[in-house]
């Protein structure tokens, strides 16, 4: 059975920087497509970053450039580096898995099999 811990979250300034984590237990780790989502209260859960089959990373327009995606394979653990975080970026943000994603569903919640309990991250001064 898959389990995805999801831990780093707290409070942080605006422009500062924070980094969460996602840790599998998963065989087969580097074959899966890791992704992080995001939910602000009130708001649906939105794409933030994929790692898809542990070749190409891929983000949402609103935080390319500023938040980095990576994963280590033999930790089977996936990181968000966020840098130069805003008051908008404040959410509980979710790691997910998924072992069959096409390239063209990365950004669609329903594709991935698997997800972490969520860490709220808030963007406050």
């Known amino acids: 059975q898959v389990q995805l811990v999801d831990s780093g979250g707290g409070l942080v300034q605006p422009g500062g920087s924070l980094r969460v984590s996602c840790a599998a237990s998963v065989s087969s780790f580097r074959s899966y497509t890791m992704g992080w989502f995001r939910q602000a209260p009130g708001k649906e859960r939105e794409f933030v970053a994929a790692s898809f089959r542990s070749t190409n990373t891929y983000y949402a327009d609103s935080v390319k450039g500023r938040f980095t995606i990576s994963r280590d394979n033999v930790k089977s653990t996936v990181y968000l580096q966020m840098d130069n975080v805003k008051p908008e970026d404040t959410a509980v943000y979710y790691c997910?898995?998924?072992?069959?994603?096409?390239?063209?569903?990365?950004?669609?919640?329903?594709?991935?099999?698997?997800w972490g309990q969520g860490t709220q991250v808030t963007v406050s001064s």
């Open positions: 997910a898995a998924g072992s069959r994603l096409i390239l063209s569903s990365i950004r669609n919640p329903n594709a991935y099999d698997h």
